[in-house]
């Protein structure tokens, strides 16, 4: 079963969002120019698009459409990969990766565009599965030198545990990661009996079998007629999954977020998780940082004020150090 990101490709050729995906960009992106900046002068650095989609994307809906139009108002935002081509400092390096040749070619475009023209020769887009690319990345590269930050922002269950793991071994590199929480929780069935092809997915997600019994539990009830008991198996809820997945980061990563920020449905329910996590030991200062964004509820108004007092004696400390 598979959840979709950003819905289907708009007519003009950008993908779908919702209020969730300007959420997670805007907490990202808001990361992403700390990082640079705490690297200057230690690593080279490189932002690492997984699932990179376009560089735009369309917030409205269906029914706001031709009201928006009317008014000439525009709901198309800067998707992440646009985002991090604008984050300053830059990065040494960028790597955009997705399998969709539509979305390949729009981020071939994107650096086409005079903006981005001079970042052309640092910029790799990749038509490619993410986890194997990953994989090959992380294995291959001499990491003594550089620093990452990869952005996690599937479609649904694509991310496999073992492209987490790789991460984990480099010692550095910094993970966003948009954790499908909505679309595990719809695997679960309440009588416990999961189909195979979805047990396994669920393996590779979590790369491990021990989900099963931290989420399903036996219990034994009276049976219908007043004969004996019978054994009924128990679902989870989402605050389980939750602090499940948090503890398997924490378990793989020197450093990862105690809190994920839930971006919610209706009735407060979440559809996805946002997380951090680091796979280099000196990454404390960043963590807290990171909590410190999503620590900001999804529906508070004024992020950037909000974060930016959050954030305000750590923007002092860096400024008189520059001095």
Same mark, same amino acid.
């Given at each position: 079963?598979?959840?979709?990101?950003?819905?289907?490709?708009?007519?003009?050729?950008?993908?779908?969002?919702?209020?969730?995906?300007?959420?997670?960009?805007?907490?990202?992106?808001?990361?992403?120019?700390?990082?640079?900046?705490?690297?200057?002068?230690?690593?080279?650095?490189?932002?690492?698009?997984?699932?990179?989609?376009?560089?735009?994307?369309?917030?409205?809906?269906?029914?706001?459409?031709?009201?928006?139009?009317?008014?000439?108002?525009?709901?198309?935002?800067?998707?992440?990969?646009?985002?991090?081509?604008?984050?300053?400092?830059?990065?040494?390096?960028?790597?955009?990766?997705?399998?969709?040749?539509?979305?390949?070619?729009?981020?071939?475009?994107?650096?086409?565009?005079?903006?981005?023209?001079?970042?052309?020769?640092?910029?790799?887009?990749?038509?490619?599965?993410?986890?194997?690319?990953?994989?090959?990345?992380?294995?291959?590269?001499?990491?003594?030198?550089?620093?990452?930050?990869?952005?996690?922002?599937?479609?649904?269950?694509?991310?496999?545990?073992?492209?987490?793991?790789?991460?984990?071994?480099?010692?550095?590199?910094?993970?966003?990661?948009?954790?499908?929480?909505?679309?595990?929780?719809?695997?679960?069935?309440?009588?416990?009996?999961?189909?195979?092809?979805?047990?396994?997915?669920?393996?590779?997600?979590?790369?491990?079998?021990?989900?099963?019994?931290?989420?399903?539990?036996?219990?034994?009830?009276?049976?219908?007629?007043?004969?004996?008991?019978?054994?009924?198996?128990?679902?989870?809820?989402?605050?389980?999954?939750?602090?499940?997945?948090?503890?398997?980061?924490?378990?793989?990563?020197? $450093? #990862?977020?105690?809190?994920?920020?839930?971006?919610? /449905?209706?009735?407060? %329910? +979440?559809?996805?998780?946002?997380? *951090?996590? &680091?796979?280099?030991? $000196? #990454?404390?200062?960043?963590?807290?940082?990171?909590? /410190?964004?999503?620590? %900001? +509820?999804?529906?508070?108004?004024? *992020?950037? &004020?909000?974060?930016?007092?959050?954030?305000?004696?750590?923007?002092?400390?860096?400024?008189?150090?520059?001095?």
């Amino acid at each position: 079963m598979v959840q979709r990101k950003e819905g289907s490709r708009r007519n003009n050729g950008h993908m779908k969002g919702h209020y969730w995906t300007r959420v997670k960009l805007e907490r990202v992106a808001s990361y992403l120019p700390l990082f640079t900046e705490a690297m200057e002068g230690a690593y080279r650095t490189i932002y690492i698009d997984a699932f990179a989609g376009t560089g735009k994307v369309d917030l409205s809906s269906r029914k706001r459409v031709s009201r928006r139009a009317f008014f000439n108002f525009s709901s198309v935002i800067d998707g992440s990969a646009r985002i991090a081509l604008q984050v300053a400092p830059r990065f040494d390096r960028y790597i955009f990766l997705d399998k969709t040749l539509a979305k390949f070619g729009k981020l071939r475009a994107l650096l086409e565009e005079e903006e981005f023209q001079g970042l052309r020769h640092v910029t790799s887009i990749i038509k490619d599965d993410a986890n194997t690319y990953l994989r090959r990345l992380c294995k291959k590269t001499d990491w003594t030198s550089w620093r990452a930050v990869v952005f996690l922002d599937p479609f649904g269950l694509q991310v496999e545990w073992t492209t987490l793991e790789a991460v984990a071994r480099t010692g550095a590199i910094d993970v966003w990661c948009l954790f499908p929480i909505d679309a595990v929780n719809r695997l679960l069935r309440r009588d416990g009996h999961i189909a195979t092809a979805n047990r396994n997915r669920l393996d590779l997600l979590f790369g491990s079998r021990n989900w099963y019994d931290t989420f399903y539990k036996s219990v034994s009830r009276p049976s219908f007629f007043g004969k004996g008991t019978a054994t009924v198996k128990t679902a989870t809820d989402w605050r389980i999954i939750s602090r499940y997945f948090v503890e398997r980061l924490k378990a793989t990563f020197p $450093h #990862a977020v105690e809190k994920p920020l839930p971006l919610n /449905k209706r009735h407060g %329910i +979440p559809i996805f998780l946002l997380c *951090f996590a &680091s796979a280099d030991s $000196h #990454a404390q200062k960043r963590l807290t940082i990171a909590q /410190k964004i999503l620590s %900001i +509820p999804s529906t508070a108004h004024g *992020f950037p &004020s909000r974060l930016d007092e959050l954030l305000s004696s750590r923007r002092r400390s860096y400024a008189e150090a520059k001095k």
